[in-house]
């Protein structure tokens, strides 16, 4: 943090302290999806050239804080990362095959919401 980044007319800090949680608080991020999310998550936020400075993952919750460059929407970065995320645990840690649509979001898989 109190690093200034630059584009090629600006220079930015932009970070964001997010809140993730499952449907119906559900302590589904615990164990061995715990070890291998925080780096799903950062692989995802590089893909949007962000980075997550901080994660913290608590049994029904996830804290993050992520730094988006003003190029990006908010939205968007947060939206692909919690759809890709969620894709990533239906097909690795619930065996689904399908990565699309909302009936398998409510089943037992984590879909977050966010603040």
């Known amino acids: 943090m109190g690093t200034v980044k630059s584009l090629s007319h600006s220079k930015w800090e932009c970070n964001y302290h997010i809140t993730w949680i499952p449907k119906c608080r559900k302590k589904s991020i615990y164990g061995n999806l715990r070890k291998h ?30 730094s988006i460059p003003p190029k ?30 909302q009936a398998f979001l409510g089943k037992g898989v984590p879909c977050f919401y966010s603040w």
């Open 37 to 66: 999310l925080g780096d799903v998550l950062k692989e995802l936020a590089k893909q949007k050239e962000s980075e997550v400075l901080e994660d913290h993952f608590m049994s029904d919750h996830i804290h993050m804080l992520i």
């Open 72 to 101: 990006y929407a908010v939205a968007n970065v947060v939206g692909f990362i919690k759809g890709k995320s969620t894709i990533y645990i239906a097909k690795n840690y619930f065996g689904r095959r399908n990565g699309t649509g």
